[in-house]
């Protein structure tokens, strides 16, 4: 079966801090893709990041970093020196087996950065 | 470009009665998926059109249903509505199947209340 979980339900930060949210996925595929999302209080969910599962490389993009780690099934994504406007809730998923097109979402970590 | 939309914003209904929520893709995007995000239940997908057709629906009862029009917009319908459909209905596009190639962009939502 497919999961994936954020065992991290909230965060609480001051701004200007490095926070890390954790995301671990199951899949039985060999071919699979991995999709960070953001959820701010407006609801509408945010494309961030998509990674193919043969693709190790840490990505950075700005102040957002990604780590892959397929030996540990993780996904976890770094955001450095914090601001008020990443409060949100962030979402890790999964793609879908095979032809089967959803996403399968994780709980959601809520972050919330303190001026 | 416009992104996904989706009206009404709010939706407002009583038990059994029935609910349209309607969505706009990105121009150019074939493939309409459904979400529901329902408070401790995080995000569940719900249906996936392509081209006209229902390619996959998620553990969902038949009073879920949905269409996809020749011009790639859908509808979702929820027949005899329960208290329990009430949730925030998100709307998602991409441009082929997903995965391998394009990430599903997402619209702010439709929030239905049942009383």
């Known amino acids: 079966a497919q999961k994936v979980t954020q065992a991290q339900t909230e965060i609480s930060v001051v701004e200007k801090e490095d926070v890390t949210l954790d995301c671990v996925y199951e899949?039985?595929?060999?071919?699979?893709?991995l999709f960070w999302y953001k959820q701010p209080p407006s609801g509408e969910l945010v494309f961030l990041i998509r990674?193919?599962?043969?693709?190790?490389q840490n990505e950075i993009s700005g102040r957002y970093s990604w780590n892959f780690q397929k030996s540990t099934s993780s996904f976890n994504f770094t955001i450095t020196a914090s601001q008020v406007v990443d409060s949100a809730v962030y979402f890790c998923a999964l793609s879908g087996g095979g032809s089967q097109g959803n996403l399968i979402f994780g709980k959601g970590t809520k972050l919330s950065v303190k001026p | 470009e416009a992104g996904v939309t989706q009206s009404p914003t709010h939706l407002i209904k009583t038990r059994g009665q029935q609910a349209t929520l309607r969505c706009s893709p990105i121009s150019g995007h074939t493939s309409v998926y459904w979400y529901q995000q329902a408070l401790g239940l995080g995000l569940q997908f719900l249906l996936w059109y392509d081209e006209g057709e229902e390619r996959n629906r998620g553990n969902f009862p038949p009073r879920f249903s949905g269409r996809q029009f020749p011009n790639y917009s859908s509808e979702l319908n929820v027949n005899a509505l329960e208290l329990e459909d009430s949730a925030l209905y998100l709307c998602a596009s991409s441009l082929e199947v997903s995965p391998p190639d394009s990430p599903q962009h997402f619209g702010d939502g439709t929030r239905l209340s049942i009383l």
């Open positions: 899949t039985r595929d060999t071919t699979y893709y």
């Open positions: 990674r193919n599962s043969f693709d190790e």
